[in-house]
């Protein structure tokens, strides 16, 4: 058996520098959506619950309660902290000339929408305390502005696809240690420990982390203390984030414990079909639907279309922080160069229980680039 | 006040309910506590919002931690009723219930009807015009808020105080399991300070030290850290804070780190603070260090600290909340003399015969 090793740099595949040339690419995707809009002045709100719409405007990472970018559409935007304790350090890591401590951000979040034509993102990810302030300072209601920036983030700039590419190389690199480390006996927990510090070593910031065990998995969840037993399937939706949320990518595989069943493995080959039935289509102009289609169609030729509903399954993929796509049956959205999304055909069938397979994509001007480099197979642990 | 707040993508380390460490008559006491309290109060129900932000309220009442940002939830109990419902699939909730110790219904999040959800079990108890005392009211988003609101035409009783008052004292059992997390929390910087070398880049330390702390158990896990050019803490400041996250820079040899490690275990959150050092320290060093934990331990007897520190301590408990009035909080130290910096912070215990550190053994020696 060889021995796998964390690689000393794993996820630093490429020199990937967020500098201000970079925020002035997306600032200028902003722009342009507010035109669309009718925006002059964007407020970029991050509160704890959602950091990344202030970490895309200004490469800070929220440590706090609240932090907001203030971006016109002609001029120099201005980040503002709430934690006088974390300037020095924004100014630091911000890359924007104009960084600043602001005590009150409710109340000068207010200020700014008393500007004509102004709007703000992520207002439902504040609580109503801070929203009701924010309405009394801005006399009135708060125009939402979530959906622009979406759409400015939803194609990857070129550094943000290579950041991309970082985590996915860290999603199998991680993934290959842990199977290395993978004993009979070991608590789940323990497993997917061995499996983050290959991740975070790596760069990893953070980690969507899901992992169950089980003769008959129902779904994947959170680990607990249970031990790993021969016999057992585990199933991974394992997700390193570089530096933030919006450079997360997943990676969907199905190890067991022993030598899997020609069951489990026939199963596979269905997912595996689906997978590659979905990726098949993937270009620029196809439809979100047609690709959960694609999948859900050869599942169902098998026999088991009642299972690729609710509640046994939600969405065929998605993308990660803002300008996320939800690969889900009604999404009648078309596929453009430079998304970034997880297509997994993850899947419960009758007798074997959840299997889980799926690979991160970035879509290119004629198809996709494959970011997961591991083989399409069961791990079996013998 | 601001603070350090920090929520994950996802709270995904180990998720239990031991019922050894917290039974159900423990569950079960606490429960009627609540309601001794609502009777108190004259309210004839309790309404108990929870997000992953703020998510204390909602697990001490229901033991669901929400684990996504996406997956807020409420707990409705009344003198006979203890119910709740999440933002969860059924497919999430098939995974969470034996958990949680609330009877729950799932609330789709694509079909966003929480508020609606809520609204049946207040109709079916006829609670829409009673005294219900709410907790976390100000906590929820802006439009949950406004669908949550018309529920009660005569509003709703303000409850957080309630809640916290409860929240804030300890049982026996709850202690324990705090000790638990404080042991654990105590081998992991050993651990961490072990594994300090000069060479190692933050990144790798930070990476060990979530790792450290995972594999013992912990839910949830935050590392951050300071070194020579960060901003020293004001004295008296409780909102300052002086650690940062990692960068992929090296440690040099001799170098003084400050780390700061948080878990938390089985829901109840541990705090540590300490200087470890890329290498032997210098006999200045370590001499500053001494002072630091000599101003520890005099502020944890209730004297004032001399010399040059720095000293902060917060609440600590479900949620990592500020102020004194938790019975235990993380004190937390900071000294600098001739440039020298050193740090020690744990997780104490408030008693009425004085404050005590919440491990058997303190982990002292630079």
């Known amino acids: ?382 | 006040m601001s603070s350090l707040v920090r929520v994950p993508i996802l709270r995904h380390g180990m998720t239990k309910w031991d019922r050894e460490l917290l039974p159900q008559s423990e569950v079960d006491a606490r429960i009627a506590r609540l309601r001794a309290a609502m009777q108190a109060e004259k309210l004839d129900a309790l309404l108990v919002y929870g997000d992953m932000w703020h998510s204390g309220g909602l697990a001490y009442v229901t033991n669901f931690h929400p684990f996504d940002a996406r997956m807020p939830g409420f707990a409705v109990l009344t003198p006979t009723l203890l119910e709740a419902v999440l933002k969860v699939s059924s497919r999430d909730l098939t995974f969470i219930s034996p958990f949680i110790w609330a009877p729950a219904q799932p609330s789709d999040f694509l079909a966003n009807d929480l508020a609606g959800q809520v609204e049946d079990i207040i109709m079916r108890e006829g609670l829409q015009t009673k005294r219900v005392g709410f907790a976390g009211a100000a906590l929820m988003p802006p439009a949950l808020a406004a669908a949550i609101k018309p529920i009660f035409p005569n509003g709703t009783i303000p409850a957080d105080a309630l809640l916290n008052a409860l929240r804030a004292q300890k049982t026996s059992a709850e202690r324990a399991i705090l000790r638990l997390a404080a042991t654990k929390g105590e081998a992991a910087i050993a651990e961490i300070a072990a594994h300090v070398a000069p060479g190692v880049n933050e990144t790798e330390l930070a990476a060990f030290a979530d790792y450290a702390a995972r594999k013992a158990g912990a839910q949830d896990v935050e590392f951050l850290m300071h070194t020579q050019g960060d901003r020293m803490p004001a004295t008296g400041n409780t909102s300052s804070f002086p650690f940062r996250p990692h960068t992929e820079r090296a440690l040099e040899r001799g170098e003084h780190v400050g780390v700061y490690l948080t878990l938390q275990f089985h829901g109840y959150w541990t705090e540590l603070s300490q200087s470890v050092y890329a290498g032997t320290p210098s006999a200045q060093q370590r001499a500053v260090y001494d002072s630091c934990i000599a101003a520890f331990d005099q502020q944890l007897e209730g004297t004032k600290p001399a010399g040059a520190v720095a000293v902060w301590t917060h609440g600590i408990g479900l949620d990592r909340e500020e102020g004194d009035a938790s019975v235990t909080a993380a004190l937390h130290v900071a000294a600098e003399r001739n440039g020298e910096r050193a740090f020690y912070g744990r997780t104490i215990a408030r008693e009425p015969a004085g404050n005590t550190i919440l491990t058997a053994s303190l982990a002292k020696s630079a």
């Not at chain 1, 740099?9 to 669309?36: F, P, Q, S, Y």
């Not at chain 1, 951000?105 to 008393?114: I, P, T």
């Not at chain 1, 585990?234 to 984030?241: K, M, Q, R, V």
């Not at chain 1, 690729?308 to 939600?314: G, T, V």
Request: hydrophobic share 40%.
């Open chain 1, 1 to 382: 058996m060889t021995t796998t090793t964390i690689p000393a740099n794993a996820g630093r595949t490429t020199a990937v520098t967020v500098d201000r040339a970079e925020l002035d690419r997306r600032h200028a995707a902003i722009r342009k959506t507010m035109v669309e809009d009718g925006i002059d002045l964007l407020v970029l709100y991050s509160s704890p619950l959602r950091n990344y719409d202030v970490h895309f405007a200004a490469h800070y990472d929220l440590i706090g309660c609240g932090a907001l970018v203030a971006l016109p559409l002609d001029g120099e935007p201005t980040l503002y902290v709430g934690e006088e304790w974390d300037l020095e350090r924004a100014r630091r890591v911000s890359p924007l000339r104009d960084v600043r401590y602001e005590p009150n951000l409710a109340a000068l979040c207010g200020k700014l929408l008393r500007t004509k034509n102004s709007a703000m993102t992520a207002f439902e990810w504040s609580d109503s305390t801070f929203a009701e302030e924010v309405r009394s300072a801005a006399g009135g209601s708060v125009r939402d502005a979530s959906p622009t920036l979406d759409r400015a983030a939803r194609t990857k700039t070129p550094v943000e696809q290579a950041l991309i590419r970082e985590a996915a190389a860290l999603a199998d690199s991680s993934f290959l240690y842990s199977f290395d480390k993978l004993a009979e006996g070991m608590p789940e927990y323990q497993l997917q420990a061995e499996m983050e510090y290959a991740m975070r070593k790596g760069g990893a910031v953070d980690n969507f982390g899901f992992f169950t065990s089980g003769k008959h998995n129902r779904a994947i969840g959170l680990v607990t203390d249970k031990p790993i037993e021969n016999g057992d399937l585990l199933i991974f939706e394992i997700t390193p984030a570089r530096l933030n949320r919006n450079y997360s990518a997943q990676l969907c595989r199905t190890m067991s414990m022993g030598a899997a069943s020609s069951a489990v493995k026939e199963k596979f080959k269905i997912i595996t079909e689906a997978l590659e039935a979905g990726l098949e289509i993937v270009k620029p102009g196809t439809l979100v639907c047609d690709l959960v289609s694609a999948q859900d169609s050869v599942i169902s030729r098998y026999g088991f279309g009642d299972y690729c509903k609710p509640p046994y399954m939600r969405a065929r993929g998605h993308g990660f922080g803002i300008g996320r796509t939800d690969l889900a049956p009604k999404n009648k959205r078309q596929l453009e160069a430079g998304m970034a999304m997880i297509v997994h055909p993850n899947q419960y069938f009758p007798d074997v229980g959840y299997l889980a397979l799926g690979e991160m994509i970035i879509v290119t001007d004629t198809g996709y680039e494959r970011l997961c480099g591991l083989d399409r197979k069961v791990y079996e642990k013998v």
